[in-house]
């Protein structure tokens, strides 16, 4: 399994901008992709974001697209989430999460290493 911990949360204002960080630990980073996904408050976790093991290739659920960034830098055993243009509902605690194979996708049973969370609130 893989080591993760996630930094960056806070609060902002609507239209503002965060950048989440995952660092992680315990296995060959640039083997394995990434993702990241959110909790809300009294609602299931959902995919956020994806990014393959070179960051070559990212997918993004259509809820994010266009305003969020999905980034890895293999050399910092480090995965990232620039979030802009923030709304009221993206406020969730974040999760970053590395599956069990190469391979991650938007299935959550597919991983197997979870952070322990960052909270994102955003304020209207």
């Known amino acids: 399994q893989v080591q993760l911990v996630e930094s960056g949360g806070g609060l902002v204002q609507a239209g503002g901008s965060l950048r989440l960080s995952c660092a992680a630990s315990g296995r060959t980073f640039s083997s394995y992709a990434m993702g990241w996904f959110r909790q809300a408050p009294g609602k299931e976790r959902e995919f956020v974001a994806t990014?393959?093991?070179?960051?070559?290739?990212?997918y993004y659920a259509d809820s994010v697209k266009g305003r969020f960034t999905i980034s890895r830098d293999n050399a910092k055993n480090t995965v990232y989430l620039q979030m802009n243009s923030l709304k009221p509902e993206d406020t969730a605690v974040y999760y970053c999460?590395?599956?069990?194979?190469?391979?991650?996708?938007?299935?959550?049973?597919?991983?197997?290493?979870w952070g322990q969370g960052t909270q994102v609130t955003v304020s209207s």
């Open positions: 990014i393959t093991w070179a960051g070559g290739s990212s």
């Open positions: 999460a590395a599956p069990e194979s190469y391979y991650g996708g938007t299935d959550q049973s597919k991983y197997n290493s």
